[in-house]
Structure formats: C-alpha cells, structure tokens
Nanobody, 129 residues
C-alpha cells in the first residue's frame, strides 16, 4: 500500500489542523493505521493508532483530549484532527500502516515504529507561539 500524508502547515498556538493520509494500492480496510511524528533532533514518536474498523483507538497521553484519529474506509483515508496545538506539537507527521491487528497488542507494540510496515512521506506541522 502507498500512503500520502497532507494537511500540515503553519498554525498559531491554540489553533487546529486536520491531517489526512490517503492510501492506494491495497485493501485499506484491512490495515491498522497510525500517526507518528518527529521533531528536529528527536526520535520519531507515536501519536495515535486506529484499528481496521475504527472501533479501537489508542493515543499517546500528551494528545488525549486534543487529537482525534479517525478513518473513512470508503475514501481510503485516515485523519488526525489536532486541536489546542502547542509548540510542542511542531514536527513532521507521518502516517503508517500494518496488516497486523496491532491496536489489540500491548501498548509498547502499538507505539513502536517497527510494528508498521508502510509509511507515508510526512507532512510538516509548525505551531507558532
């Protein structure tokens, strides 16, 4: 499957953005999807994951209540709605996919970049304070 993330940009602190990740070349509804991010000088970190149906979701603690992952299998797209953004959210955001039912796995597995087999190219999110 090929993934293309878009929707990033420059936003003021407290603002919102919605990222999208469009999938092609595979059976999108078979994949668990996730968002990761990487800030300059830092390791890539997990943000949120969603299972194939959208019925199971897991978010990192720092984004709970602010970010929402969702998917539309009819449109082959996964979304990340980001609200109340802070400068700490500035990063390149990547979408990822796996055929494994990873959202049911232990949290350390869900949040591990190595659990995902396919990656998009990333979209930059910059939050100005």
């Amino acid at each position: 499957v090929q993934l293309q993330a878009f929707g990033g940009g420059l936003v003021q602190a407290g603002g919102s953005l919605r990222l999208s990740c469009a999938a092609s070349g595979g059976s999108f509804s078979s994949y668990a999807m996730a968002w990761f991010r990487q800030a300059p000088g830092r390791e890539r970190e997990f943000v949120a994951a969603i299972n194939w149906s959208g019925g199971s979701i897991y978010n990192r603690d720092s984004v709970k209540g602010r970010f929402t992952i969702s998917r539309d299998n009819a449109k082959n797209t996964v979304y990340l709605q980001m609200n109340s953004l802070t400068s700490e959210d500035t990063a390149v955001y990547y979408c990822a996919a796996t055929l494994h039912d990873v959202v049911r796995a232990p949290r350390t597995v869900v949040a591990a970049a190595g659990s995902y087999d396919y990656w998009g190219q990333g979209t930059q999110v910059t939050v100005s304070s």
